[in-house]
């Protein structure tokens, strides 16, 4: 079945400065890749996903990139705010069901 | 639109007992999802439904767990003779149908005593 590695664990950042949180997953059958969002206590929050047909997706100050042949996928986060910092994750799938990644918590400084 | 909403907000029950937990998908959202989240992990896939049938439920641990989804919309998971493991936050998800975005609701945080 799908495995997805997510790293760095934890990362800091000044505000201002870019983040960038990397998964790698196993199952070249996998053709989705979304980004969750998940504040202390609340539930995951989806902030930005791709599909295997495109390298690259845009959403103001949130990037997301993929890699078909490397199996990877990254996130981005430039003129990072305070109000980013939470708990980021990464899934892949095909069918359906996802399988996460453990999770960055980001924390950006003011 | 109301967004995915799940009963009860929270549960604690002791050892042996038998739980539901409710979950109700945004309007119009014919695939439903249950995952569970330890803490200080992700969300861990258990079932996956697409309207009334299971599609998918190799993510459920064991024969104590069990989902129902009778007419395709509200769905309810049922953990029979719980156990302390069990302990953890339930979350349903929904999407439009499969292979789209998934929306996740608020969680049962579930407490096995």
């Known amino acids: 079945g799908e495995n997805v590695e997510q790293h760095p664990s934890t990362l800091s950042v000044q505000e201002g400065d870019s983040a960038v949180i990397k998964c790698t997953y196993s199952?070249?059958?996998?053709?989705?890749f979304p980004w969750y969002k998940q504040e202390l206590g609340k539930r995951p929050q989806l902030i930005i996903d791709?599909?295997?047909?495109?390298g690259e997706k845009k959403d103001q100050r949130i990037a997301v990139t993929l890699n078909k042949t490397a199996k990877h996928f990254s996130l981005h986060i430039t003129e990072t705010q305070p109000e980013d910092s939470a708990v980021y994750f990464c899934?892949?799938?095909?069918?359906?069901?996802?399988?996460f990644g453990k999770g960055t918590k980001l924390s950006v400084k003011p | 639109g109301a967004g995915v909403s799940q009963t009860p907000s929270n549960k604690v029950t002791e050892k042996g007992k038998y739980v539901e937990l409710r979950c109700d998908p945004i309007?119009?959202?014919?695939?439903l999802y249950w995952y569970r989240q330890s803490l200080g992990q992700g969300p861990e896939f258990l079932i996956y439904?697409?309207?009334?049938?299971?599609?998918?439920d190799s993510g459920l641990p064991n024969d104590r767990f069990f989902a129902v989804r009778p007419e395709g919309s509200v769905s309810t998971l049922k953990i029979q003779r719980t156990e302390r493991g069990d302990s953890a936050v339930y979350l349903c998800?929904?999407?439009?149908?499969?292979?789209?975005?998934?929306?996740f609701g608020p969680g049962t945080r579930l407490t096995v005593t």
């Open positions: 998800a929904s999407s439009l149908g499969a292979y789209r975005e998934q929306y």
């Open positions: 199952d070249s059958a996998s053709n989705y």
């Open positions: 899934a892949g799938g095909s069918q359906g069901n996802l399988i």
């Open positions: 791709i599909r295997s047909n495109v």
């Open positions: 439904f697409q309207g009334t049938g299971a599609a998918d």
């Open positions: 309007s119009g959202h014919t695939a």
